[in-house]
DNA sequence: CATGAATGAGGCTTCATTCAT
DNA sequence: GATGAATGAAGCCTCATTCAT
């Protein structure tokens, strides 16, 4: 079987997925915003990294904003579609949630289904710059062009789950919008500042533990 | 009186609040950056603003990172004295949770002991800047530098109360930082990414109450 | 009948009136340099406006100059043809004259003979950008091509047409070139520099009345 | 004896007459411009040209447009200065428009005044180059800039002379700047497309010729 | 101490063009 | 014959910074 991500947003010029020197784009840049951060990050480096040009990565991407939205955006629908076949079949509401936030707060594995994809490295991605890509002057426009599409589909999925166990929760999207960036914080906070967390680097799955017990208590009536 | 800010960490190389011209730059970085954007400021464009030159501005801050993190860092005192001043002479627990939720959760008031700040403005930035200036990939020098004290201190603050009130919840620093963090994460969602959250534009205490409930019902034992 | 404008100079690699693509070039070319100007035209904007590639446009065209060449050319004769038409059977050197420079002169009116070719627009570059077709740093490789030939052929015949009214009058030549660019000039000049002109934007006939007295009393003996 | 030439349009960022960077700057661009053609110029080259760097252009002009704006208006100052020197105590009318119109149409001599400034190569770069300032789409804001005011002054105060002579004259303004125009194209003509002209390369005073018959026969009662 | 002048380095972007299908 | 893909080269511009006064 061969599963494509497919972006409902278009914050590509052309659909890297479609050629190889596409996909090296995405393996790499990937690859490289996770070793020298997305301030040092250019189309330069990356053309050498990948034995290629500026111009043929423009032909892609418009720059590098626009990239980091793509990888961002691929992320969060992977993510979905992992909890989606995740919770294929289970019934309970109280379950579902739990598989949910299990999904987004516990470490992430490789998956071999999407070969030119690290998520590992995508996900420490996703932790340190991925609200840049939101925290910007142009976030308006950006969101008007359907940028976050993907993000906020998936929080409304899983608010969705505490309106089912509890329907008279006041503030179903914030607190999982809230669970999702905590998720990425605390383990930010883990790894560089660790006076603002418990959780410690070695024991990543306090994360899940942390998280599943904020938003459990938040929704008791 | 007069009261000054004077901060632990030094991210300066000569003190601002000692000059007239070190006052106008803070002054007018929190101008520039609340309208323009931490990507667009530069040194140049600052110097403009206040009539003076680059090289100037770099008597007083290495670069615009390091400025960054003064303003974010005076932020943190200033919220911490103000906090401070609250507490005093309260002695409940509870209470005193109460008022240090809703002194950072809910929207800045100018305050007139600082006139060469704009509190409201510095909010702006610290609601879509704040996180840059530990996202990166130099985040671990800058906290052996210190510079990150102040927020560090402000949240264990906070947590030593809700020890005080639940000496059994194993979180309160993840906590207090994501209580922090997402007051302002929801108040920029309800901005510009209505769908990531129930807060409104209009009625802004709806973060306080949201934030208070979610922290209260989290370390109920 | 179907009228075709053929020329002599070949600044074209393949003649674009002799495919749907070619035509669509031309049309289209004329429609884009007269919105954004000379500066800022180039092989890729034209290809996305009529939806091929900027390889297809190389077939037919080696660079946005000798596109230039191409539709300026075309203009000529396409005047030039025009003149003619309305000369014939006239006998009177001195009505013959007047006719040329009205012709030249007045407003450019679109000719149905040519559909994909709208002379308005052509007008508009010509006046605005043809004296950058030859003011290069290459005139005079382009003369030896023979790319200004149409320009130059116009300009004679009109000049014979001043030595058969004054054989005597020692600059026919001089005084027809200035006439043809002192139409466009002051058109240009009415429109954007009024400063420098009597002509006004709205009575255009103006130029017709300025221009056929300035060369009727300078070939008076 | 020092003159300076003020001109009242600034088209630059920092005036390049007050330092000696500044200096270089202009007198190179004249050389450069005038070997290689304003479109193959750019900053680089004219960096490399005066040992110094883009970036230290960039200090005094912000694009080449904006130096090939100050270059023709220098020109047009320093002609205006030269005529109106020559014209001191000059009385009758007809004297003065001679005098005028061949100090504009004959070739341009150095003036020793201004060492960093080759007044033969500028009047070339104005015969090839200076219609290219204002045929572009910006003419409009550039216009509103102040960008042509010396041209236009100039302009102005020959075409006050033509109304002296004979104040009923219709088009004094058009007349001149025809005039102008004219005897730069022309001379362009001689040296590269010798078909449109009479005037040859060598007697280079026909253009005075030319240009003073055609004035004084048009504007002949 | 503040500033005016200058600059090295590099980011971002487009152009014009070629090659393979 | 037309097009999709790719690219080398260069243009344009700004940043962050230093030096001399």
Same mark, same amino acid.
């Given at each position: ?16 997925d ?6 090296k784009?995405?393996? #790499? *840049? %990937? ?13 330069k480096?990356l ?8 111009? *043929? %990565? ?9 990239l ?10 992977? !993510?979905e579609?992992?909890? +989606?076949?995740? !919770? #294929?079949?289970?019934?309970?509401? #109280?379950?579902? !949630?739990?598989?949910?936030? =299990?999904t ?6 490789? +998956? ?5 994809? +690290? ?5 420490r991605?996703?932790? *340190? =710059? ?12 950006d ?5 976050f599409?993907?993000?906020k ?8 789950i505490?309106?089912? %166990?509890?329907?008279k ?12 960036? *905590? ?6 906070f883990a790894?560089?500042l660790?006076?603002?967390?418990? %959780?410690?680097?070695?024991? =990543?799955?306090?994360v899940v ?13």
């Amino acid at each position: 079987m061969r599963i494509q991500i497919k972006l409902s947003e278009k914050s590509y010029i052309k659909d890297p997925d479609t050629t190889d020197l596409g996909r090296k784009i995405v393996e #790499n *840049s %990937i690859k490289l915003i996770d070793e020298i951060g997305l301030e040092s990050f250019t189309f330069k480096k990356l053309s050498k990294e990948i034995g290629s040009t500026e111009a *043929s %990565i423009y032909r892609y991407f418009e720059n590098k904003h626009k990239l980091l939205i793509y990888l961002i955006s691929w992320y969060w629908n992977w !993510l979905e579609y992992t909890i +989606d076949y995740q !919770l #294929n079949n289970i019934k309970s509401p #109280n379950e579902r !949630l739990k598989i949910a936030i =299990e999904t987004f707060s516990k470490p992430i594995k490789a +998956d071999p289904n999407f070969m030119h994809v +690290d998520e590992e490295a995508l996900h420490r991605i996703v932790i *340190s =710059e991925s609200s840049k890509a939101y925290l910007t002057k142009e976030v308006d426009e950006d969101n008007k062009e359907g940028y976050f599409r993907s993000y906020k589909r998936l929080v409304d999925k899983i608010a969705q789950i505490v309106l089912e %166990i509890n329907s008279k929760y006041k503030y179903p999207h914030s607190l999982i919008s809230t669970a999702v960036e *905590s998720a990425h914080n605390q383990r930010f906070f883990a790894q560089h500042l660790p006076s603002l967390t418990e %959780i410690t680097k070695t024991k =990543e799955d306090e994360v899940v533990d942390y998280i599943y017990h904020l938003v459990n208590q938040t929704i008791k009536s």
